[in-house]
């Protein structure tokens, strides 16, 4: 089992800039892969990015290129999604998740709770 817990979340105006984390614990394996997903009101779950591990290798949606990035701290046991540039069409609520492999569905092994970010123009 993981646990996994989001914050960082909140209200910011158009234009600027929060970074979320993601606190996880419990039995991680190697090829653990940490994915971002958000959704909106009305609106599916959308990938944003995943990050393996050992950090070597990422996958991003091409429409977060250049905005949105995650990193992981394997010491702190975290994982971290720089979002700047934010726009109003970004708010939702940001899920972070494990999966045993990459992939841009939303059927990850494990989900945390959320944490929701407004962003206001």
């Known amino acids: 089992q993981v646990q996994l817990i989001e914050s960082g979340g909140g209200a910011v105006q158009a234009g600027g800039s929060l970074r979320l984390s993601c606190a996880f614990s419990?039995?991680?394996?190697?090829?653990?892969?940490w994915g971002w997903f958000r959704q909106a009101p009305g609106k599916e779950r959308e990938f944003i990015a995943a990050?393996?591990?050992?950090?070597?290798?990422?996958d991003y949606a091409d429409s977060f290129k250049g905005r949105f990035t995650i990193s992981r701290d394997v010491w702190k046991n975290l994982v971290f999604l720089q979002m700047n540039n934010l726009k109003p069409e970004d708010t939702a609520a940001y899920y972070c998740?494990?999966?045993?492999?990459?992939?841009?569905?939303?059927?990850?092994?494990?989900w945390g709770r959320g944490t929701q970010v407004t962003v206001s123009s």
């Open positions: 419990g039995t991680v394996f190697a090829n653990y892969v």
């Open positions: 990050i393996s591990w050992r950090g070597d290798r990422t």
């Open positions: 998740a494990a999966n045993s492999g990459f992939s841009r569905e939303p059927e990850y092994d494990y």
